[in-house]
Antibody, heavy 117, light 108 residues
Framework: QVQLVQSGAEVKKPGASVKVSCKAS????????MHWVRQAPGQGLEWMGR????????NYAQKFQGRVTMTRDTSISTAYMELSRLRSDDTAVYYC??????????WGQGTLVTVSS | EIVLTQSPGTLSLSPGERATLSCRAS???????LAWYQQKPGQAPRLLIY???SRATGIPDRFSGSGSGTDFTLTISRLEPEDFAVYYC?????????FGQGTRLEIK
């Protein structure tokens, strides 16, 4: 069965960077886009961008352009999302999610990133 | 980008009642590429409906979706206790994909 297992919770100081991993199993990693979606405490869902694991090509939401980098390592079926220059309003749960085009079907368990001085 | 507005913000109903949730788009959603998700506290969202009206695998038939263009509806025919959650719509026909702000379905 499809599984997306994310790395553990992180606490970072403002201005730092965070890198979240997402290990995929149960399907052909290079066959489907991987999306990243975040959810601030008590708030809704916000799409950050996606990566094509086959080509490495990325599409980022304009809001995160210049601060987010999505990469992948096909040898270990793992996708990564790095967010730099963290601010307090980046505190959120970050999800990876397997997509068919823009439709998101399978979600990881989420990674809480807390930004605090 | 397409803005999705969900209404109502909160819906208070009793088990056994019918729930109707609305999602309105700021412009037409291409090819009815509209999805609905359910999210319970502490959990990731779960896909319920895609293509405006197709149920995802394993979703009970009390959930149904309808609509086209700019107006979409999620209907839960008879509420079960486990249906009380937050529901989000998403359009995935235009880039960037966008989500609505959510409707909280609570027990009356």
């Amino acid at each position: 069965q499809v599984q997306l297992v994310q790395s553990g919770a992180e606490v970072k100081k403002p201005g730092a960077s965070v890198k979240v991993s997402c290990k995929a199993s149960g399907y052909t990693f290079t066959g489907y886009y991987m999306h990243w979606v975040r959810q601030a405490p008590g708030q809704g869902l916000e799409w950050m961008g996606r990566i094509n694991p086959n080509s490495g090509g990325t599409n980022y939401a304009q809001k995160f352009q210049g601060r987010v980098t999505m990469t992948r390592d096909t040898s270990i079926s793992t996708a990564y999302m790095e967010l730099s220059r963290l601010r307090s309003d980046d505190t959120a749960v970050y999800y990876c999610a397997r997509g068919v085009g823009g439709l998101v079907i399978y979600w990881g368990q989420g990674t809480l990133v807390t930004v605090s001085s | 980008e397409i803005v999705l507005t969900q209404s109502p913000g909160t819906l208070s109903l009793s088990p056994g009642e019918r729930a109707t949730l609305s999602c309105r788009a700021s412009q037409s959603v291409s090819s009815s590429y509209l999805a609905w998700y359910q999210q319970k506290p502490g959990q990731a969202p779960r896909l319920l409906i895609y293509g405006a009206s197709s149920r995802a695998t394993g979703i009970p038939d009390r959930f149904s979706g309808s609509g086209s263009g700019t107006d979409f509806t999620l209907t839960i025919s008879r509420l079960e206790p486990e249906d009380f959650a937050v529901y989000y719509c998403q359009q995935y026909g235009s880039s960037p994909t966008t989500f609505g702000q959510g409707t909280r379905l609570e027990i009356k």
